[in-house]
């Protein structure tokens, strides 16, 4: 990947937006963009160079990238240089790392629950009722696509690497 053409441009600035508009930050939707259309390992550096940013800009997104599933790094061999690409779990990744902010809401609303003055209010029996029932679909939506993506032939391994970084 030499340089960006205008259509892909196009698309890692829309996804930018859409990041925003979501409450994240465009460089974050920018960086996922250009790694789901770089087909291999892109090194901080280099995305840096893509995207016109700061490499201090694309560290700290990246590191956002990957909290939420969407990237991890790996390694290219002879090269000391981080790289980073869509995380080998896909999408089922990114659905883990929603279910997991939305069990901490959960709990978090269970503990308001068992304040006495707490216990009957409908705004937080409400909510703490929609995590369980979004929770539950969520489990079976995960399970049909594992059915759905089983034919499809597995993606190769990257690195034992933690999303955190930390090697496993």
């Known amino acids: ?72 790094p790996t390694s290219v061999p002879g090269d000391r240089q981080h790289y980073y690409v869509i995380h080998s779990e896909g999408w089922e990744g990114s659905l883990r790392a929603a279910e997991d902010g939305l069990k901490s809401f959960a709990r978090i609303l269970g503990a308001a629950l068992e304040v006495p003055h707490l216990s009957g209010n409908q705004n937080l029996r409400d909510a703490s009722d929609f995590c369980a029932f979004y929770l539950t679909e969520l489990a079976g939506i995960a399970q049909r696509w594992r059915t759905a993506q089983a034919p499809r032939a597995p993606r190769p391994a990257k690195t034992s690497k933690t999303p955190k970084g930390r090697t496993a």
């Open 1 to 72: 990947m030499v340089e960006l053409e205008t259509a892909e441009r196009r698309f890692i600035e829309s996804m930018g937006q859409y990041f925003e508009r979501r409450g994240g930050t465009r460089i974050s939707g920018r960086i996922y963009a250009l790694l789901m259309i770089a087909g291999k390992p892109l090194s901080n550096k280099r995305i840096a160079t893509l995207l016109n940013v700061s490499a201090a800009s694309v560290s700290t997104n990246l590191r956002e990238c990957a909290d939420m599933g969407l990237v991890e």
